[in-house]
């Protein structure tokens, strides 16, 4: 009877887990790119909302935006909006909004579980309801030779380090 209990508990507690966190598969594919990768961060606000603006890729802008929801950030979504304007009506709440500027360079055929990978991966973390301090950056540069990188697992590369540092 206490053998099925326990089988019972493993296998329902899974979904009793907090569901905003990276499995260990994520954090697998992040280790080769936080080898490659540098982040830097200045007064950095944890409870900050973000706003993500992709530059140059369609759909980075919505792989972003989940992957710092994973990570527990507030999102805000505001493809018909302009961040500045919104972070001056945030900022009567004394609530920072942090523009997420992200640009993908060169990416390549991959033979993996993504279709192609990124060579080259830079965010800009701004503080827009402080003047447009920059606040943070991170960037991803390898190789063909050496590592290719599927475009979410930097997404969620640079979330999970936002996460770790703002603790």
């Known amino acids: ?19 905003q966190d990276f499995t260990d598969k994520d954090l697998k594919r992040m280790r080769p790119i936080l080898k490659r990768s540098n982040l830097k961060i200045d007064n950095f606000n944890h409870e ?26 507030n ?15 945030l900022n009567q709440r004394k609530v920072p909004v942090y523009r997420v500027s992200i640009k993908i360079g060169e990416t390549v055929p991959a033979v993996s579980r993504c279709h ?22 991170f960037t991803f540069s390898s190789t063909i030779l ?12 640079l979330a999970y380090e936002l996460k770790r540092q703002s603790h």
């Open 1 to 19: 009877m206490q053998k099925k209990l326990f089988f019972l508990l493993l296998i329902i507690s899974p979904f009793f887990a907090n569901s």
């Open 48 to 73: 900050a909302i973000f706003s993500v603006q992709a530059v140059n890729k369609p759909g980075i802008k919505e792989m972003m935006d989940y992957s710092l929801f994973l990570a527990g950030f």
């Open 75 to 89: 999102v805000l979504d505001n493809q018909d909006s302009n961040p500045i304007q919104l972070s001056d009506n």
């Open 116 to 137: 192609e990978g990124a060579l080259f991966f830079s965010a800009r973390i701004i503080d827009t309801s402080n003047s447009g301090l920059l606040v943070g950056t």
């Open 146 to 157: 050496s590592f290719v990188a599927c475009e979410q697992d930097l997404t969620n590369t």
